[in-house]
């Protein structure tokens, strides 16, 4: 064990178009700043090469102005935790050697972190509220040990077991695509843009979920599948616009809220199974597609129908950011699981 005096972890997150750093001492959050890449909507998606180039411009300004935010100087870092993947490649290997760089030029230990690890321990990130008389404390809303926690992303959907926050096991998973590229892809079609989440999620809220039906998939167990909806829902589209050319722009909130009703209930029917095998009631949710409202909304439901205690991270914790990856770097260092400046980065892999 490493302890005795002030932890200051610097976490880096570099797995896709999002440069990030943030700075937490003994666990608290101190600063979280962010690099969005906005090249990538003329393209309807993330192009790995811009991306990579992208964080090569941003990480030093980042990691600068998180410690600056933080009101530290570099020489108090204890430690440097860095996305080690999954990922693309090219925007974790500029991540991965600034934070060797980096770590070695200061003289302390490098922490990897799972990318997918750090949605999940999102939860854990505990942060400093003022009161009224300015006083400060300590806010949290960690879950209890074992909770289930639902992925879900643009890359991932999975149902986790979390007994520690090294011990985590996967109840279920995609077998094809993930929720949050179902759903960029749908608005895709729709030619609505890219990123679809925020788009279909804003046009849903003013839309009927029951206007129109999509294809649910029948898979056993707690997998999921979500190839067959993207093809019932593409089919659909050419058929209607075959009928009516303009069926979208004079449907689309209608459109978007029922394909998201019928996401949602794919989401939360196979988490509602997870509850029931395990019995465990306390849930999560992380990932980008937890900041999505039809399913923040849902799982208020089920908590109300089934007794669930619930857990939704702040809109800020959702997207790739530093701050969950700095959590798990703040762990490890306290356990001493540190790596070797050797240490690659992966592409693909879920938990370790």
């Keep these: 064990m490493v302890s005795e005096g002030d932890i200051y ?76 993947g999954p990922g693309l490649m090219g925007s974790l290997l500029v991540g991965v050697n600034f934070a060797k760089g980096f770590a070695r030029s200061l003289g302390i230990p490098l922490i990897d972190v799972n990318h997918l690890q750090g949605h999940v321990m999102a939860h854990f990130i505990k942060e400093e509220v003022r009161g009224e008389n300015g006083e400060v404390s300590e806010y949290s809303n960690i879950p209890p040990l074992p909770f289930l926690c639902l992925l879900v992303s643009g890359g991932n959907s999975q149902i986790v077991r979390v007994n520690a926050y090294n011990d985590m096991e996967v109840l279920g998973q995609t077998i094809d695509d993930a929720a949050g590229e179902a759903i960029d892809k749908c608005s895709k079609v729709m030619g609505l843009g890219y990123p679809g989440g925020p788009i279909i999620d804003k046009l849903a809220r003013q839309g009927n979920p029951k206007a129109y039906q999509f294809s649910e998939p029948h898979i056993p167990g707690l997998d999921y599948s979500f190839s067959g909806l993207k093809t019932s829902f593409l089919y659909n589209m050419r058929k209607w616009v075959e009928e009516d050319p303009d069926f979208i722009e004079h449907h689309k909130e209608d459109i978007a809220a029922s394909l998201e009703w019928t996401i949602v209930d794919i989401l939360m029917k196979k988490l509602k199974l997870a509850v029931k095998l395990t019995g465990i009631k306390h849930v999560a949710v992380a990932g980008g597609v937890s900041a999505n409202n039809g399913l923040r909304n849902a799982f208020h439901d089920y908590a109300k129908r089934y007794g669930w205690t619930i857990y939704i991270p702040k809109f800020s914790y959702t997207t790739d950011n530093a701050a969950m990856i700095g959590i798990v770097g703040y762990y490890k260092y306290l356990d001493g699981e540190f790596c070797g400046i050797e240490a690659p980065a992966f592409s693909k892999v879920t938990f370790k």
């Design 9 to 84: 972890i610097l976490g880096i997150e570099s797995s896709c178009d999002d440069t990030s750093a943030a700075v937490l001492k003994n666990g608290v959050l101190l600063s979280n700043v962010t690099a969005s890449q906005a090249v990538h909507e003329a393209y309807g998606g993330v192009v790995p090469e811009l991306a990579s180039r992208a964080h090569q411009q941003n990480v030093v300004p980042v990691v600068h102005e998180a410690i600056k935010r933080a009101g530290i100087q570099k020489e108090q870092l204890s430690a440097i935790a860095f996305t080690r």
